[in-house]
């Protein structure tokens, strides 16, 4: 069973900047997708950045520019970069693991259990 623990949020000014990790229990090979999603109060859970098996990554248009994503498969762990980041920002950040099928469906899927970032003056 995979599990995945996140680190790394908390309150921080507008502009600031925060580095989250999340580390998996159980092993997540190289070919998992992982990214990192986040949830605001009264909106759906959204994609921020996404790794993929082969290195690729996708961003958010909201985030581009500001943030950037790495893993070390060795470990089994990936970090998200926030930077100047805004009041809009602020949300649950969840870490996510999965597999995709070719049609682009996640058969496969592990969820953190999210760390808070809150941007506030």
Not at 67 to 89: G, Q, W
Request: proline share 2%; charged share 20%.
């Amino acid at each position: 069973q995979v599990q995945l623990e996140e680190s790394g949020g908390g309150l921080v000014q507008p502009g600031g900047s925060l580095r989250l990790s999340c580390e998996a229990s159980g092993r997540i090979f190289s070919t998992y997708d992982m990214g990192w999603y986040r949830q605001a109060p009264g909106q759906q859970r959204a994609l921020v950045a996404r790794i993929r098996g082969d290195g690729s990554t996708d961003y958010a248009d909201s985030v581009k520019g500001r943030v950037a994503i790495s893993r070390d498969n060795a470990k089994d762990t990936l970090v998200l970069l926030l930077s100047r980041l805004k009041f809009e920002d602020t949300a649950v950040y969840y870490c996510h693991a999965g597999l995709q099928s070719p049609s682009g469906v996640y058969f496969r899927e592990y969820w953190g259990q999210g760390t808070q970032v809150t941007v506030s003056s």
